[in-house]
């Protein structure tokens, strides 16, 4: 199935930090590095600070052009004019999502393949699927393995993006097992981000 317009390759999941500041500067050099997706994610602060971080990078992604979503909150992501939403398993349910959000993007995390097939069912636009490696960024369980993936997209007919653990070392495994894209947080915000991103968009235009 062709990916929904603007899904790019790669979504860079922000870190969770703080520092309003930081972050931006963060999402800030990814973009310029190429980074054409970027999905708000913050599991503390209040909610005020959740739409004033919201805001800040849906402006900066609005200047690259660049797809932004929102982790968690249908309310901020219409009050900042984002993309779309993403939700978890504990979180509003698909069809209430897709109800507020109209043609927006509502993207869902699975970790089976019941839950893959839910989200399918329920006209979600794209699924997260995983922890393929171990990751530290976030409680998913155990790892699946880049392989797990390849059943995922034989079982829905949505485009399926491969989370947790990926660097750019691994994605071009990933990436060959069929999945559509990966999500990645430490994976850019670690380290030199230019080089990472640059790295991966690399490894994933010429399969390594």
């Known amino acids: ?35 054409r997706w970027v999905q708000y994610r913050r599991k503390s602060g209040t909610r005020r600070q959740l739409y004033n971080d919201a805001k800040k990078i849906r402006d900066l992604t609005a200047r690259f052009s660049a797809l932004f979503i929102v982790n968690d909150y249908v309310d901020i992501a219409l009050l900042v004019g984002a993309d779309g939403v993403h939700i978890g398993q504990d979180d509003l349910p698909l069809k209430e999502a897709r109800r507020i959000m109209g043609e927006k993007i509502v993207g869902v995390s699975t970790h089976n393949i019941a839950e893959a097939l839910e989200a399918d069912r ?4 794209y699924i997260g699927f995983g922890p393929i490696f171990q990751t530290d960024t976030k409680d998913a369980g155990a790892p699946k393995g880049p392989g797990a993936t390849a ?18 070392g691994n994605v071009v495994g990933v990436i060959k097992e069929g999945c559509d894209g990966v999500a990645v947080s430490s994976g850019i915000s670690r380290g030199e981000i230019t080089a990472n991103v640059v790295n991966f968009l690399y490894n994933i235009a010429n399969k390594g």
């Open 1 to 35: 199935m062709e990916m929904p317009k603007k899904l790019s390759p790669i979504c860079f999941i922000t870190p969770d930090a703080e520092d309003a500041g930081k972050v931006e500067a963060t999402v800030l050099a990814a973009l310029e590095a190429g980074i």
């Open 122 to 125: 329920g006209r979600a636009d």
């Open 151 to 168: 059943a995922i997209k034989r079982a829905v007919a949505i485009p399926v993006i491969a989370i947790g653990g990926i660097t750019p």
